[in-house]
């Protein structure tokens, strides 16, 4: 889910349900899972943008989930942990960690850090491409692949599914993307419109009942991501 897609890997049901209600309120697209496997199983077709990880988990040790996702060299990750030890901090900075925060914490104090590695994060990161679950979008070579296939967009329906995805799930207004994707010589926002249908019809798995591309009464039109993050889990179940 981009730039913005956080994993939380917890073991404690009540506390990964907490954590992920408190930070989707902070704006972004949140996953979660209570076991090691499972979490590993997602990564491999979406890594996330930051990934908090709980150091002991049912199925495994969140360390070696660290370093796993480390080696990738795409993820920031916090750790979560009752081990408070020097020793304990430092084997897991060594292990791949960004961050490494001692159970029990504040609310306040982890949206902070979470706050501070994503803004980090922002500064560091110039993306080649955009991946969101089988949807990849190659920002050089200015192609999109949908679930292995190519999509043949025109270079307008390529800048507006750019926009449309960098937005994060974010609802963006006809004005908006007419700014922000066509020239200044387009002031039609009916255009918008046109091009929406257009798009709809070749990545929408039903273009009557479209989900990826959504139409938010009154404002305008969302990029359905977490739709994209189910289609992902789904196939990888059969």
């Known amino acids: 889910m981009g730039s913005s897609y956080v994993a939380i890997v917890e073991s404690n049901p009540h506390l990964r349900s907490l954590l992920g209600w408190h930070i989707r309120e902070c704006g972004y697209i949140v996953q979660l899972f209570g076991q090691l496997q499972q979490a590993k199983t997602s990564f491999e077709q979406q890594l996330p943008a930051l990934a908090i990880l709980n150091s002991e988990l049912p199925d495994g040790d969140g360390l070696e989930l660290s370093h796993w996702l480390y080696e990738k060299r795409h993820s920031t990750i916090m750790i979560l942990s009752a081990r408070n030890t020097q020793a304990d901090i430092v084997r897991g900075l060594k292990m791949g960690a960004d961050d490494y925060l001692t159970k029990p914490f504040g609310m306040e104090e982890l949206l902070a850090r979470v706050e501070s590695l994503m803004r980090r994060r922002a500064i560091m990161?110039?993306?080649?491409?955009?991946?969101?679950?089988?949807?990849?979008?190659?920002?050089?070579?200015?192609?999109?692949l949908f679930q292995g296939n190519n999509i043949d967009l025109t270079p307008q329906e390529f800048s507006l599914i750019c926009i449309l995805t960098q937005a994060e799930g974010k609802p963006l207004s006809r004005g908006e993307l007419l700014t922000r994707a066509w020239p200044a010589s387009i002031d039609n926002p009916r255009t918008v419109d046109t091009h929406i249908l257009s798009l709809r019809k070749k990545i929408e798995p039903d273009p009557s009942l479209p989900n990826l591309i959504q139409t938010v009464r009154n404002i305008g039109y969302r990029f359905n991501l977490e739709f994209l993050l189910d289609i992902s889990n789904r196939q990888n179940t059969l």
């Open 125 to 144: 990161t110039i993306p080649l491409s955009l991946e969101y679950g089988k949807l990849k979008i190659d920002l050089v070579q200015r192609r999109v």
